[in-house]
């Protein structure tokens, strides 16, 4: 008899476990199905250089995060601001996430000492990067279009 009892206690648990392991299933975003070639975030960096300086920007629809620095004087500083709706459309408004697949990288220049952009563009779908791709004149001018624009809303020591 406590041989059956144990069987059934187990199988009731065993039970118990897969109800609460289905009734956890992570229900999918409305949002993040919603479109996925939506752009979520774009990212724009200049790293390099004999100081090693960097500045990076991150883009989101409601905010903008801005940092700057050189790693041989150990400088930092950083500023962030709320946008709205229609700015984050302004400044997105120039790329195209059909054609950003066309783009093309070109070589690294931090082995020579140079400075390298790097743009970063979040779909839900996938994210896009480009090191160097000014070097495309056929299809960075989206991308170019996008710093003008970002420009608009930096403040001068970020620009």
């Given at each position: 008899m406590p041989t059956t009892?144990?069987?059934?206690?187990?199988?009731?648990?065993?039970?118990?476990?897969?109800?609460?392991f289905f009734s956890c299933?992570?229900?999918?975003?409305?949002?993040?199905?919603?479109?996925?070639?939506?752009?979520?975030?774009?990212?724009?960096?200049?790293?390099?250089?004999?100081?090693?300086?960097?500045?990076?920007?991150?883009?989101?629809?409601?905010?903008?995060?801005?940092?700057?620095?050189?790693?041989?004087?150990?400088?930092?500083?950083?500023?962030?601001?709320?946008?709205?709706?229609?700015?984050?459309?302004?400044?997105?408004?120039?790329?195209?996430?059909?054609?950003?697949?066309?783009?093309?990288?070109?070589?690294?220049?931090?082995?020579?000492?140079?400075?390298?952009e790097t743009f970063q563009?979040?779909?839900?779908?996938?994210?896009?990067?480009?090191?160097?791709?000014?070097?495309?004149?056929?299809?960075?001018?989206?991308?170019?279009?996008?710093?003008?624009?970002?420009?608009?809303?930096?403040?001068?020591?970020?620009?």
């Amino acid at each position: 008899m406590p041989t059956t009892r144990n069987i059934h206690l187990k199988i009731i648990f065993l039970i118990l476990l897969l109800s609460a392991f289905f009734s956890c299933e992570k229900q999918k975003s409305p949002v993040a199905s919603k479109n996925p070639n939506e752009i979520t975030s774009i990212r724009l960096s200049h790293i390099g250089g004999t100081m090693g300086e960097y500045r990076i920007i991150k883009v989101t629809k409601d905010s903008v995060f801005a940092e700057k620095g050189a790693t041989a004087n150990k400088t930092h500083q950083e500023w962030a601001s709320a946008i709205n709706i229609d700015t984050w459309k302004r400044l997105r408004s120039s790329i195209n996430v059909k054609d950003l697949d066309q783009i093309k990288s070109s070589p690294s220049q931090q082995s020579v000492d140079g400075i390298d952009e790097t743009f970063q563009v979040r779909t839900p779908k996938k994210i896009h990067i480009y090191v160097n791709s000014f070097a495309d004149t056929e299809h960075y001018p989206q991308l170019q279009q996008f710093k003008e624009q970002l420009d608009l809303i930096l403040p001068q020591e970020y620009k």
